[in-house]
């Protein structure tokens, strides 16, 4: 994550007192900042989604865009022939931190962009993609999952797995006819055609059953949530805990490597991840339905085409 160099006593005041069980801006161990979130906010994607985690100036800002497009399939893909897929990508904007510029950003990205398909491609995310297959054999969905990282004050994987659940939720799919018309020898072959019309669309099946994240950062002899950008300078491990709707642990991915946990502390992540993951479910949909009224009434007011990003 971004780096931040510490003084020594800034390093201990911040140690000691998540022993202690305070934080520098007072919240709980296991409180999370203000998230605003909005759906709808790139115009030309199937689904898009805008997360903030902190206040505007001093929070992680992440932007998720969705395009769905349609892909033939041949033998030795690694997706099934019944199923379509996800292919996930994550930049970090070089303006979010200083260390971003050029190529400093390369790993971040790819650990991110790991750890989202990892939570979101698979049965593990609960989506339907036997629904994102057209014909058998012959054709599906891919849906391009592209995150960028506007702004790092810590937290930013959280941010990224709100903002990526919310552009998934509001995604829409082109209706799809599919017909069988004879070839030269008169054998049936299934044919297909993507409607172009923007009223008939469809939602992603399984959307609502994808998982929630919370990561957890260790320092010292305890752990807090969505570590801020000065608690991340000190802590010595990560932990991302991908928790469905039922309650059952999806994913788990481990970062900085200073320490390992203990086994004691292990086992109380894994518990307290259970008890916020439903906070987290029931806080997420409370924003995403927000959200959604906001963009349905947006979607009342003509358009000016001046740009393709909506105000956050």
């Not at 297959?133 to 937290?155: E, R, S, T």
């Not at 260790?218 to 991908?242: H, K, N």
Request: glycine share 8%; hydrophobic share 40%.
């Amino acid at each position: 994550m971004a780096s931040l160099i510490l003084s020594p006593a800034e390093h201990d005041y911040i140690l000691r007192g998540v022993e202690s069980g305070f934080r520098a801006d007072g919240r709980g161990s296991l409180d999370r900042r203000e998230v605003t979130l909005r759906t709808g906010m790139i115009s030309q994607a199937n689904g898009s989604a805008r997360c903030r985690i902190g206040n505007l100036g001093v929070g992680t800002d992440v932007l998720v865009g969705i395009k769905a497009e349609v892909n033939s399939w041949t033998p030795g893909d690694n997706v099934p022939e019944t199923s379509g897929t996800i292919v996930c990508n994550v930049e970090c904007s070089p303006s979010a931190a200083q260390e971003f510029e050029g190529r400093g950003a390369e790993e971040l990205n790819i650990e991110l962009t790991q750890l989202l398909d990892r939570i979101f491609n698979g049965p593990q995310s609960g989506i339907d993609f036997e629904k994102l297959c057209i014909i058998p054999k012959q054709a599906y969905w891919v849906l391009h999952v592209d995150a960028l990282v506007l702004d790092v004050k810590g937290g930013i994987i959280d941010a990224l797995v709100w903002a990526t659940r919310a552009a998934l939720m509001s995604t829409k799919l082109p209706r799809v006819v599919i017909e069988s018309i004879p070839d030269e020898d008169g054998v049936m072959q299934a044919e297909f055609d993507v409607v172009d019309d923007p009223e008939d669309m469809t939602e992603l099946a399984g959307a609502e059953n994808m998982p929630v994240s919370v990561t957890f950062s260790q320092i010292g002899r305890r752990f807090v949530v969505d570590a801020s950008e000065q608690e991340e300078a000190v802590a010595q491990a990560r932990m991302t805990i991908s928790v469905s709707p039922n309650m059952e642990i999806c994913a788990v991915q481990k970062g900085g490597v200073l320490r390992g946990f203990s086994p004691a502390l292990l086992a109380e992540i894994m518990q307290t991840s259970l008890k916020i993951a439903r906070e987290e479910l029931d806080k997420f949909n409370k924003h995403y339905a927000e959200a959604k009224n906001m963009t349905d009434g947006r979607a009342d007011e003509p358009s000016t085409g001046s740009t393709f990003l909506v105000p956050f």
